[in-house]
């Protein structure tokens, strides 16, 4: 996935560490943190709603996430997002003259 949303093996690396570093840190801290919630609250019910929320918000940003576009521009100063190649546009002419 990292790779397809890539423009190159640079990004790539970034993004992956990115990605990697948030899920190690929430599946470090999350259970911690849902255990606190769950002891102060004396029930299951604030617990999984809160569960509930965050799923919403991941759904949220896995749709965002699986849009056929790049996750960084391939040009630093590049001020459009820049799409896949399977969705780039035809080019008219066969080529540069």
Do not use: K
């Amino acid at each position: 996935m990292f790779v397809l949303r890539s423009p190159d093996a640079r990004h790539a690396s970034q993004v992956s560490s990115m990605a990697q570093f948030f899920g190690y840190l929430l599946a470090a801290v999350g259970p911690v943190v849902l255990g606190a919630v769950r002891q102060s609250t004396g029930g299951w019910t604030i617990p999984l709603i809160v569960l509930i929320v965050l799923l919403a918000a991941q759904a949220a940003a896995g749709l965002g996430a699986a849009v056929n576009r790049y996750a960084a521009p391939a040009h630093p100063h590049a001020d459009t997002p820049t799409t896949c190649p399977s969705q780039a546009p035809p080019t008219v002419g066969g080529g540069a003259s």
